[in-house]
């Protein structure tokens, strides 16, 4: 019987590492891993699924390697040694002393927040969770902007599923489709104060969102639609679906949708101005003069160009 990898990782801290121990420390599973995001299953201990502990030291004890044994409960064993500085710089190219400015918060990777304030801290002489709550989710004002950058990923493509259908391209209009479902996802991931994961665990953990099971039927409808004529409907229950979400959540003023027609072309699109609520309600001065130039989001929208942490800091010079 499969043993989910957070709790045998607990055993091995507490049975193997921590008795080894004699210095103050922190140790935690936080980091790569499915298991740390709680998705791990019976295909994830084919590769790199050890029975782990990060543990973290004072920087005069960095030398430090406890003794454990090769194998636990049937797994490989693996032990990692940091200071909790860093760690964090290596993971985000930010020192955890200092308090994180608007611009690392729109360029650290999203996913990476995520793995790095999941899984659980075992033991804590150090202050590990401290710097964990910091990084809980992005100040209010972040958020807004945000999910401003993710309406603007949607608005302007909502009448081109039509458009690419109507010229006979189903395949490019299911495409587009299939894309609208996603950064209407990323919304409420947004909305719901989660980081988002990667690609892989992507839908698993959207199914966990309170608002799943209202929205998950509307973005399926669009997905297995055939004709881009339905697929347009289909689009439209969706975006108002996720627009009502927005409006239940009072965090602006209530935002009024209608359906339109661009440029008098014959697609429906559905509409309604939550970028320009939001933006009324950003009071940060730097979130809001980022914001009223173009809302590009993070930094997940170019990681692939630039992704590993120490290139986080040629992003800082952009914004």
């Known amino acids: 019987m499969y043993s989910p990898g957070l709790e045998l990782c607990r055993r091995f801290y507490r049975e193997v ?25 019976e295909m994830s201990t084919d590769h790199n699924c050890e029975a782990r502990a990060v543990v973290f030291v004072a920087d005069e004890h960095t030398g430090l390697r406890p003794e454990v044994p090769e194998r636990f ?10 200071t909790v500085s860093a760690y964090f710089e290596k993971q985000l190219g930010w020192d955890p ?7 690392d918060w729109l360029t650290f990777p999203e996913q990476g927040l995520r793995m790095l304030t999941a899984g659980a801290v075992f033991h804590d002489d150090l202050g590990l969770q401290a710097v964990r709550d910091r990084l809980a989710y992005y100040p209010d004002d ?3 902007y945000l999910q401003i950058s993710a309406w603007w990923r949607v608005h302007p493509e909502m009448n081109l599923a039509g458009r690419a259908g109507f010229v006979g391209d189903e395949l490019g209009s299911a495409l587009i489709g299939s894309q609208l479902v996603h950064n209407l996802m990323r919304l409420c991931f947004l909305m719901e104060r989660q980081y988002a994961p990667y690609s892989k665990w992507f839908g698993t953990a ?41 409006n239940r959540l009072a965090i602006t003023e209530p935002v009024t949708i209608g359906v339109e027609r661009m440029c008098d072309r014959p697609f429906k ?50 914004l």
């Open 17 to 41: 590492v921590a008795p080894g121990l004699t210095v103050p420390h922190s140790a935690a599973l936080i980091g790569r891993g499915s298991e740390v995001l709680g998705f791990d299953d």
């Open 73 to 82: 409960m049937g797994r490989p064993t693996l032990v990692e040694v940091h």
């Open 97 to 103: 002393g200092d308090e994180p400015t608007v611009r």
């Open 142 to 144: 972040v958020w807004r």
């Open 206 to 246: 959207f199914s966990q969102l309170s608002c799943a099971g209202e929205l998950t039927p509307l973005f399926s409808k669009v997905l297995h639609t055939d004709s881009w004529q339905d697929r347009e409907e289909a689009l439209m229950a969706a975006y108002t679906g996720v627009a009502e979400l927005h």
């Open 269 to 318: 699109v559905v509409w309604g101005d939550f970028p320009g609520a939001l933006l009324a309600a950003i009071r940060d001065p730097e979130v809001r003069r980022i914001a009223e130039r173009w809302p590009v989001g993070t930094i997940d929208e170019i990681r692939n160009v630039l992704w590993a942490a120490r290139d986080r800091r040629q992003l800082l010079t952009l």
